[in-house]
């Protein structure tokens, strides 16, 4: 199992970004693949996922969107109306998942991080 993350860079506040995270190494869509944040002397968050198996999402911030390109085996994090407390390195994860209606799964595959950067 391989996840790549890109997309991250440098953004202005109030600005978009979209991170892509690139997988490969298993079926697409038998797995849940969730995005996690951690900023520096902070704990790790999980910010959305997405069950690939039955569609299911969750967000933990409305200004966060999941989607994904099963043709690209590639889930996408679009992120609007950034702020400079977003600066973080973005992770995603992987897990294998079922049709069971949740993407909450303990994720045990982790891409090496993307970093974003807010300037105010």
């Known amino acids: 199992v391989q996840l790549v993350e890109s997309g991250g860079g440098l953004v202005q506040a109030g600005g978009s970004l979209r991170l892509s995270c690139a997988a490969s190494g298993f079926r697409f869509d038998d797995y849940a693949i969730a995005w996690y944040r951690q900023a520096p002397g902070k704990e790790r968050e999980g910010l959305s996922c997405?069950?690939?198996?039955?569609g299911t999402t969750y967000y933990s911030d409305s200004r966060f969107s999941i989607s994904s390109d099963n043709a690209k085996n590639t889930v996408y994090l679009q992120m609007s109306s950034l702020k400079a407390e977003d600066t973080a390195v973005y992770y995603c994860a992987g897990a294998r998942a079922i049709l069971d209606g949740t993407c909450q799964y303990e994720y045990n595959y982790w891409g090496q991080g993307t970093q974003v950067t807010v300037s105010s």
């Open positions: 997405i069950n690939l198996s039955d």
